[in-house]
């Protein structure tokens, strides 16, 4: 996935997790954030409901590559450790702060 994933596009991705989800999943699907910029409250959402569908399904959805930035995004929401990203630690995440 590349650019942004927000309330304009985030439609598109519930639908093609749908489509991957529905029928026989995978045992497990990773989604590569690495071009993803950008993930605001209606991208999370279709994260955290497609991370219920695979895991109704026995499929562990997991996401991997993720910027720094949405990366933030995913820890102050609590999302980060339930899509199997883990907890950054404490010098890892001052690490990745942007200088100001």
């Known amino acids: 996935?590349?650019?942004?994933?927000?309330?304009?596009?985030?439609?598109e991705l519930a639908s093609v997790l749908a489509d991957?989800?529905?029928?026989?999943p995978p045992a497990s699907l990773?989604?590569?954030?690495?071009g993803?910029?950008?993930?605001?409250?209606?991208?999370i959402l279709v994260l955290l409901r497609a991370q219920g569908r695979a895991a109704d399904r026995g499929c562990?959805?997991?996401v991997a590559d993720v910027q720094p930035t949405v990366r933030r995004v995913l820890e102050i929401?609590?999302?980060?450790e339930l899509l199997?990203?883990?907890i950054i630690p404490a010098e890892a995440a001052d690490d990745a702060t942007p200088a100001r």
Request: proline content about 0%; charged content about 20%; cysteine-free.
């Open 36 to 43: 993803v910029r950008f993930l605001d409250s209606s991208g």
């Open 60 to 62: 562990r959805l997991t």
């Open 84 to 86: 199997g990203l883990g």
């Open 1 to 11: 996935m590349t650019g942004e994933i927000d309330i304009a596009t985030s439609g």
């Open 77 to 80: 929401t609590g999302v980060l």
């Open 30 to 34: 990773e989604l590569d954030f690495g």
């Open 20 to 24: 991957l989800l529905d029928g026989a």
